[in-house]
């Protein structure tokens, strides 16, 4: 076949995997089982109660866009998009938005997604006691428990970061798994971003059928955490964290601390 073929061929597929197996396989809906189920986990496991799942972002490289390539082109030093990730306890993906550019901060992709308008409206809508953990680039939320800024070790903040970063390496490792399953999502795409964003919203849905249907997950050495790469370049969100929020955070910090 001809290059024009088989592009037609890739758009007219991704469309109907897009349209069809992204919404039965990737949803933020989850039954009071399964809340119950990823619960019990994260706070036998680490100590943190009520978190139902994590947060985070990673970077698919892509070339050099013909339209506003200036926002494409991320602090790292190379054109992406930067996708949003949130999975739960078993590594199955619950929302990706892989619609930004790779400049956009974490933060800023997280509060336009609608990831964050459907916990907010649960919120809003009463239902409290159901978390997501994120890393220092997000703000400390009703719904989304961030770590201690600068925490002295030993103390409360400490301990509760330690736990906070050990129950968050979930969502590093589903993208690890994401990645070593389809490794064009570690590849540089030669794609325009739409064509990639449907190409990550698929592999995702893809990933969540392997971990349904229980195909091994392979994991490749030379995937660098892309949290340990220039990890100088790391930014911390500044807002003023939910009073709300902030209370409840600093009642688990005691706790685990007066366990340890």
Not at 111 to 119: E, G, I, M
């Amino acid at each position: 076949m001809g290059r024009s073929t088989v592009a037609k061929v890739i758009k007219c597929v991704l469309n109907i995997l897009e349209k069809y197996i992204c919404p039965r396989w990737i949803s933020l809906i989850m039954t009071t089982e399964e809340q119950n189920q990823s619960k019990i986990h994260f706070h036998q496991k680490f100590g943190i109660p009520g978190i139902i799942g994590c947060i985070d972002g990673t970077h698919i490289r892509i070339t050099k866009p013909h339209k506003d390539p200036n926002l494409f082109y991320n602090r790292k030093g190379f054109f992406s998009i930067n996708a949003m990730i949130i999975c739960d306890y078993n590594m199955a993906i619950k929302a990706v938005d892989a619609r930004r550019p790779g400049s956009s901060h974490d933060a800023l992709i997280w509060s336009v997604s609608s990831a964050r308008s459907y916990f907010q409206s649960c919120y809003e809508n009463g239902i409290r006691g159901s978390w997501l953990l994120g890393d220092a680039g997000y703000a400390l939320q009703p719904y989304l428990f961030t770590p201690f800024r600068d925490p002295e070790i030993g103390t409360p903040h400490y301990i509760f970061n330690q736990r906070h970063s050990s129950a968050r390496n979930v969502v590093e490792r589903t993208i690890g798994v994401l990645k070593s399953r389809f490794r064009c999502l570690a590849r540089c795409l030669q794609y325009q971003p739409q064509k990639v964003a449907q190409i990550t919203n698929v592999c995702c849905a893809l990933h969540n059928v392997c971990k349904h249907y229980k195909v091994q997950e392979i994991v490749v050495a030379d995937l660098v955490p892309e949290e340990n790469e220039l990890a100088s370049f790391e930014i911390v969100n500044d807002a003023i964290p939910d009073s709300e929020a902030a209370i409840i955070r600093e009642e688990i910090a005691n706790r685990l601390h007066s366990q340890s």
